[in-house]
C-alpha cells in the first residue's frame, strides 16, 4: 500500500441539509475545480433553494477529485455531490489557482441550441433571449411566478450575480423601478412608440465597499418584505417608570442569585409574550389565502453583530418560560452573537421580532417586518422628562421613565383595530409591571 493511500481518504460530499422544509438544490456555483486544493471551511460550492442561497464549506482539507453535478442541476438534500479526497496535515496540497481544468477536460457543454456557451461550457445570456439562453434560481423564478414576471421579462432585466446570474436585489430593484422593460419589445425601433429613457443617476464619488454576503442577504431580505408586506405602523406611549424602580431594587439580588445579568430585554418578552396570548392573530403569517396562527410563541430579537451587520436570534416557547429562565436564554443568545457563534436552530422559527433601537440611542423607530411574520414590536429609549399625572386630588407634575414602543403590522392580516389593541396591551403590561 502507497503512502499516499495510508494517509488521504476518498470521502463522498453530500449536500447537506439546508433547512426543515427544503428537500432539494439546485447548485448555482462551483469555487472550486476538479484537482484544487482546499481548506477546511473553504467554500466548495454556492447552492440555491426557494428560500436563500446557501454557500457550503468545506468538512475539512483536501482536494476535490470529481464533481459529480454541474451548475443548474438540482439535487435532492443528502444526495452525493462531489468526491474529496481527505488529506492530513503530512500531505502537501496544491492551493486553488495552481491548477485548473481546461476546456478540453471540462465536460461538453448540454444545452437546447437557444443560448451561446463560452468555453467554460456555460451559458453567455443574450438579450432578447427567453428561457433556454437563461439559468435561474428556483428563488428568481418562484419571485417571478409571485409578481407575474415571464421569462422574457426576466431576460431584459440587468443581472449582478457571477457569469450574468440574476440575483434576488436585482430583480427587487427592477420591480421598485417600475418594472420599465415589461412591456419593452426584444428588438424595438423609433417607430415603435414610446422608448424606456436609460436614465444615468450621478450616485457620487467615494469609497467604494462591497457588500458581505450577509449584508447582502439582509438587503434582500427587507426589500422582499417592504414589497410583500403592506406596512402601516401604530405608536403608544409607556410609562416605564414602574418597571425602571424594580429593575433598579432587584437586579443586584438577581445576579447574586442566579449569575445572570438582569437587561430589560427579557422583561420586554415577557410583556410581548403575554399581549400575543391576549391577541393570537398577531402571532400569525401568510400562506397565499389563508392565514397561519402559530401554535408556539418564539420571538426573536434583533441583534447586531461584531461585524455591524443584523442578526434575530429566537427565543423558543416564551410562553413556557418564567423570567429566570428567560434571562438565562436571552443571555446566552446575546453572547453567542456576540462570538458569532449562533447556529442555524438559534436563529429559525421566530414567529414574532422585538428590535430594541432605544440600545442605540433612538426615541422610536420604524422597524421593516421579518417575513413570515404579521409584525414587529421596536422599543424606543427610556427617557425620563417631566409628565402631567392625573390624581384624584389633582393634577401634578412629576418626573417619570417614559419609552415609545411602535409596531410595524403587515395590513393583509392585521388590521388597526387589532395592532392598536395589542400595542396598548403591551404597553398596559410594561407599565404594571
Do not use: C
Not at 495552481?98 to 467554460?120: I, K, M, Q, W, Y
Not at 428588438?187 to 447582502?216: H, N, W, Y
Request: cysteine-free.
Amino acid at each position: 500500500m502507497s503512502n499516499q493511500n495510508k494517509t488521504e481518504t476518498i470521502v463522498e460530499f453530500k449536500l447537506p441539509k439546508m433547512g426543515e422544509s427544503i428537500t432539494e438544490g439546485t447548485i448555482l456555483n462551483w469555487l472550486v475545480n476538479e484537482g484544487d486544493a482546499f481548506e477546511e471551511g473553504d467554500i466548495l460550492v454556492e447552492v440555491g433553494t426557494d428560500k436563500v442561497d446557501n454557500e457550503v464549506p468545506a468538512p475539512f482539507s483536501g482536494i476535490l477529485v470529481e464533481k459529480k453535478y454541474e451548475a443548474k442541476d438540482v439535487v435532492k438534500i443528502g444526495e452525493g455531490i462531489a468526491v474529496l479526497r481527505k488529506a492530513s496535515p503530512q500531505t502537501p496540497l496544491r492551493r486553488k489557482g495552481e491548477r485548473r481544468v481546461s476546456p478540453t477536460e471540462a465536460s461538453p457543454p448540454r444545452g437546447d441550441g437557444r443560448g451561446a456557451f463560452d468555453e467554460r461550457g456555460e451559458v453567455s445570456p443574450q438579450r432578447g433571449d427567453v428561457r433556454g439562453a437563461f439559468f435561474y434560481s428556483p428563488l428568481v423564478e418562484n419571485i417571478a411566478r409571485d409578481y407575474h414576471i415571464s421569462y422574457e421579462e426576466l431576460a431584459r432585466i440587468p443581472a449582478s450575480g457571477a457569469n450574468d446570474r440574476l440575483r434576488k436585489s436585482d430583480i427587487f430593484k427592477y420591480i421598485e423601478d417600475g418594472r420599465p422593460a415589461q412591456f419593452t419589445q426584444p428588438a424595438p425601433t423609433p417607430s415603435q412608440g414610446f422608448q424606456v429613457p436609460d436614465l444615468k443617476f450621478d450616485k457620487g464619488t467615494g469609497k467604494r465597499i462591497e457588500m458581505d454576503r450577509m449584508r447582502q442577504m439582509i438587503a434582500d431580505h427587507m426589500v422582499y418584505s417592504k414589497h410583500v408586506s403592506p406596512h402601516v405602523t401604530a405608536y403608544v406611549e409607556a410609562d416605564m417608570t414602574n418597571m425602571v424602580n424594580w429593575r433598579n431594587e432587584h437586579k443586584t439580588e438577581f445576579q447574586e442569585r442566579t449569575g445572570e445579568k438582569l437587561s430589560f430585554t427579557p422583561l420586554f418578552i415577557q410583556a410581548v409574550t403575554k399581549a400575543i396570548q391576549d391577541f393570537p392573530k398577531i402571532n400569525s403569517s401568510m400562506d397565499e389565502n389563508h392565514i397561519i396562527v402559530k401554535d408556539d410563541i418564539n420571538i426573536g430579537m434583533a441583534t447586531a453583530l461584531p461585524s455591524g451587520n443584523l442578526i434575530v436570534p429566537v427565543i423558543k416557547n416564551s410562553d413556557k418560560k418564567d423570567l429566570e429562565q428567560l434571562v438565562k436564554v436571552v443571555n446566552s443568545l446575546a453572547a453567542k452573537a456576540r462570538e458569532n457563534k449562533l447556529s442555524s436552530d438559534d436563529t429559525k422559527d421566530s414567529t414574532f421580532t422585538i428590535s430594541n433601537v432605544g440600545t442605540f440611542g433612538s426615541l422610536m423607530g420604524t422597524p421593516i417586518i421579518n417575513q413570515p411574520e404579521a409584525a414587529i414590536l421596536a422599543t424606543g429609549i427610556i427617557k425620563k422628562r417631566a409628565e402631567v399625572i392625573e390624581k384624584e386630588d389633582g393634577d401634578s407634575i412629576e418626573i417619570r421613565s417614559m419609552m415609545y414602543l411602535s409596531l410595524s403590522f403587515d395590513h393583509r392580516i392585521v388590521d388597526g383595530f387589532l395592532a392598536g389593541s395589542f400595542l396598548r396591551r403591551i404597553a398596559d403590561y410594561l407599565e404594571d409591571y
